[in-house]
């Protein structure tokens, strides 16, 4: 009894129900009016589909409705506290006016002229390659959205930010009943105060990485969050670390037990080593063989006292039989086959991704 299902979409959390005889996958995400809404994860995840569906259907039905669900055993939701959608109430006041009390939740900056010319505050890039801040008009300001325009990242230095996401996100569904979290992009949340541009000398815009993954509080940050909440309750805990790193120090910093941080953590190499997002590349067993090394010795008593996971696939990175495998006719069930006993030799807490099991 191991299975869980994880997906982020853009304005969502993703949960499934494991049980005994199956799972019972669902999305969750927040409407506009902030009620939260259940679906089945093979509706077409779309934001206007999903609100459109069930934004009747009133929070509590879908408390009541997760409670009462007869299958479930244990249940960990998708945790998505690095940023919030553009038409969550936190976004929708603090781009009302630069004197809105909740203005600094978010991080707002005025433009740089050049000769006249308007820039962003900083060259930092999206995942879109575009610069990562959008202009608003109205208030003649930036906001910053790493991910995305409408995922708009909160400014954890702002401790009243971290109280009302501890608060409203993590009490809130821990007291419903939920068993613990995946906590998307958690590396993500300390950003370098003063926002530094990117070396560079144009007016490109290049990934900031190193001003925003570990950043200098994150690990204070999480380990408040530990000490406010998480231990307070029975939970499972498990990180989404996205970028790669072979600093076992970084690994050890999320989840070593004596850091009373995170419990484990999704660690991304070995689903990415042979794969540019959905592109196989070519096989490379050094490559592969140090990896594995690396994933296994996450949880290996000689190495400290964290704890690691094991999956082969995941919403970034599908198809494991595709990548890994050979999934013609002839040899499919054979590579699904050998690549499940693989994983099953590795040390760590095991995850299915949804469908992975059906191969
Ligand atoms: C922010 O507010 C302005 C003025 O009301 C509005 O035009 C704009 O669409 C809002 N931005 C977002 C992302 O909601
Ligand atoms: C502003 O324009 C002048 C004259 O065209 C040019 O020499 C200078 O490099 C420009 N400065 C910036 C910051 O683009
Ligand atoms: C970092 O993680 C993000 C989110 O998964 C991903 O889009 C990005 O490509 C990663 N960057 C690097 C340098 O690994
Ligand atoms: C590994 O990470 C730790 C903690 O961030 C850092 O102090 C150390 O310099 C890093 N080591 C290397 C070789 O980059
Ligand atoms: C294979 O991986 C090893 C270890 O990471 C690396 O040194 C080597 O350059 C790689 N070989 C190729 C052909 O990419």
Not at 171 to 196: H, M, N, Q
Not at 204 to 215: A, L, M
Not at 257 to 271: D, G, K, S
Not at 282 to 291: D, G, H, M
Request: charged share 20%; hydrophobic share 35%.
């Amino acid at each position: 009894m191991l299975l869980l299902v994880l997906l982020i979409g853009s304005h969502g959390m993703a949960i499934a129900v494991t049980s005994k005889s199956g799972s019972m996958p669902l999305y969750l995400v927040e409407n506009s009016h902030r009620q939260t809404i259940l679906v089945p994860i093979k509706l077409p995840i779309s934001k206007l589909a999903v609100h459109e569906k069930t934004a009747h259907l009133p929070l509590a039905h879908k408390i009541e409705r997760l409670s009462l669900m007869p299958v479930a055993e244990n249940c960990i939701f998708d945790l998505v506290i690095d940023h919030t959608s553009d038409d969550h109430p936190w976004f929708q006041e603090s781009n009302s006016s630069k004197t809105n009390p909740k203005r600094d939740w978010y991080f707002w900056r005025p433009p740089q002229y050049k000769n006249g010319t308007r820039y962003p505050p900083n060259n930092w890039a999206g995942y879109n390659g575009e610069s990562a801040w959008t202009y608003d008009e109205h208030t003649g300001e930036y906001y910053l959205g790493i991910f995305s325009p409408v995922q708009i990242d909160l400014n954890w230095e702002n401790a009243d930010v971290r109280n009302a996401i501890y608060q409203d996100a993590l009490r809130f569904w821990l007291d419903a009943g939920i068993d613990g979290f995946r906590i998307d992009v958690v590396s993500y949340y300390s950003k370098t105060p003063e926002l530094p541009n990117f070396p560079a000398d144009d007016d490109g815009f290049y990934p900031g990485i190193q001003f925003y993954v570990n950043g200098p509080h994150e690990h204070q940050y999480l380990q408040e969050m530990n000490r406010k909440v998480l231990s307070q309750y029975e939970t499972l805990t498990v990180g989404e670390y996205a970028n790669s790193t072979t600093n076992m120090t970084i690994m050890q910093d999320y989840v070593g037990a004596h850091r009373r941080e995170l419990n484990t953590i999704f660690y991304f190499n070995m689903v990415a080593v042979f794969r540019n997002g959905y592109e196989p590349l070519a096989f490379n067993l050094s490559a592969w063989r140090e990896t594995i090394a690396f994933n296994d010795a996450i949880g290996d008593p000689a190495t400290g006292d964290g704890w690691n996971t094991v999956f082969l696939e995941n919403h970034d990175l599908p198809r494991s039989v595709s990548s890994f495998g050979d999934e013609t006719a002839e040899y499919r069930a054979q590579s699904a086959k050998l690549l499940s006993m693989f994983i099953s030799t590795m040390s760590g807490t095991l995850f299915l991704y949804q469908g992975q099991e059906l191969v």
